[in-house]
């Protein structure tokens, strides 16, 4: 069985970066009757923000990216936190020091410091000089008994013979030993390991076939292979995806911008349309890669979407392929999510179920917004909403294309004003009058008038054209220059508010 994990470090909120790479584990997972692990990354204990790991969870459920095991939601795999697993860490970095691959390193940070900054000024591109490696087993033993601190190093001069990195995306990447530090540290002095030692262990552990993550670690992979071949354990598949970068082309993180999830929940973003926008940065090319290692291998071309294609969470499983992802870093485009949001949006409020929803959703804000108002209604709402409909392109958005089906129009600001005086009195007189007359003499009930045909009989009458006969009555009644349609806005504003504006 295809088995996934999305592994998260509990630093901060989630932000577009990982909520990206859930989607794709997920979506990965999906396509191939597989599941998905979430795991926390909490090895690194100076850098955990309290609350982090509910924020994760919460951004999530929120996406509607439901993991099949991990916190709360126990499994054979678990525990779920690497802060609970040391003891298997350590266990398994005996083990690499029992066959040669690894040692411990008895050096302090400053010595350490001494040694690096020795063999910079040798032109040495090496990071530690090995020192520790040629301890004898006696040396070893009497420091260990003696209490003296150390960590435990990779000894990559004893790596043994494996097959090239292969990478679901990249392919066939560089070999990247070089640019590695000398002999990289997998356990640290509070015997806690580092990302090298625990990533391994424990997705060989959890049985993980595929692991999905940022392009950031794809120097790391030779290490990380070295690490399973000096194991003698097999190696999942790995893919390594470009990152996400903010518009100013730094990379994305926590600490950069309006970039976490939390943020977009905030502002009524929809939960699908945040999911769209993010699949396809980066998400949309063809190239030839290795088949993916436990999916079909007699597949369909593969579907690759335009920038700014509107799907469902159900159409990107079914048409997703990880050859047709970017090998590039890519930019989130705001303007894209408005498009997509919008489109999102109208395919929802198609229902009369997904109206309702969509009206309970935004009504507290709307009431936050208008205290006072009687008319902040689910009803009046709902048909808000249907008035708006090819103008929204976020449910918040409501109050402000539309407050005057709240409150009053504010005809004393600067908008207003400004229509005011382009309306000659004469004019504004006339129209306001007639249509007020004509409305208060209609016996049918208000939402049967026929609005429309009532207006352009008036303008008729009066012999105007219909941006001179409408903008009278858009300023009385609206007191802004656009909107939806007049006589939409006067069916929801109502029979009683709509006389008292025509004054």
Not at 209 to 214: A, D, E, M, S
Not at 237 to 253: R, T, V
Not at 465 to 483: C, E, N
């Amino acid at each position: 069985m295809v088995l996934l994990r999305f592994a998260p470090s509990p630093t901060g909120p989630l932000h577009l970066g990982g909520l990206r790479m859930a989607l794709y584990n997920h979506l990965f997972a999906q396509k191939h009757g597989g599941k998905w692990i979430l795991r926390i990354e909490d090895t690194d204990m100076s850098r955990h923000v309290p609350g982090s790991v509910e924020g994760i969870k919460k951004a999530l459920e929120w996406a509607g990216l439901t993991y099949d095991f991990g916190p709360g939601k126990e499994g054979p795999h678990g525990p779920y936190f690497q802060a609970k697993r040391l003891e298997l860490y350590k266990s398994y970095a005996g083990k690499l020091i029992e066959s040669g691959h690894a040692y411990r390193c008895f050096c302090s940070p400053d010595s350490l410091a001494e040694t690096r900054g020795r063999l910079a000024r040798m032109g040495s591109s090496a990071s530690y000089d090995r020192k520790c490696l040629h301890l004898t087993e006696e040396e070893v033993a009497r420091k260990v008994r003696a209490g003296e601190k150390h960590i435990v190093r990779f000894n990559t001069s004893e790596v043994p013979s494996r097959l090239p990195a292969t990478d679901l995306i990249f392919g066939h990447p560089k070999d990247a030993h070089a640019s590695l530090a000398t002999d990289p540290i997998l356990l640290k002095s509070d015997l806690f390991p580092t990302y090298h030692l625990a990533s391994v262990v424990d997705d060989h552990e959890m049985g993980i076939t595929h692991v999905l993550r940022g392009e950031e670690w794809l120097p790391s992979l030779p290490l990380h292979l070295d690490i399973y071949a000096s194991l003698k354990l097999p190696t999942p598949m790995y893919g390594h995806m470009p990152i996400l970068l903010n518009p100013d082309g730094s990379k994305m993180s926590k600490r950069h911008g309006d970039v976490q999830v939390d943020d977009f929940i905030k502002r009524g973003w929809e939960p699908e349309a945040v999911l769209n926008w993010v699949v396809l940065s980066g998400w949309g090319v063809t190239h030839d890669t290795p088949p993916e290692a436990g999916a079909s291998q007699s597949r369909s071309p593969d579907f690759v979407p335009d920038s700014t294609k509107v799907m469902t969470l159900q159409e990107m499983i079914d048409r997703f392929s990880i050859s047709a992802i970017t090998h590039r870093n890519t930019i989130l485009e705001g303007s894209k999510l408005e498009y997509i949001n919008k489109h999102h949006l109208m395919r929802r409020i198609a229902t009369p179920s997904g109206l309702q929803a969509c009206a309970e959703q935004v009504h507290s804000q709307i009431k936050e917004l208008f205290p006072l108002s009687p008319y902040t209604t689910i009803d009046i709402i709902k048909q808000a909403i249907v008035i708006l409909e090819g103008r929204l392109t976020n449910l918040y958005d409501i109050p402000r294309h539309a407050p005057y089906l709240f409150v009053e129009p504010d005809l004393t600001s600067k908008d207003a004003i400004a229509m005011r005086d382009k309306i000659p009195t004469g004019i504004y007189d006339k129209v306001i009058g007639n249509v007020k007359i004509k409305l208060e003499a209609a016996t049918e009930p208000w939402e049967d008038l026929d609005f429309l045909g009532i207006l352009l009989q008036e303008r008729d009458a009066l012999g105007l054209s219909t941006k001179v006969f409408m903008a009278p009555l858009r300023y009385a009644i609206t007191g802004m220059k656009d909107g939806p349609a007049l006589a939409d806005i006067m069916r929801v504003v109502g029979r009683e508010r709509t006389l008292a504006r025509l004054k």
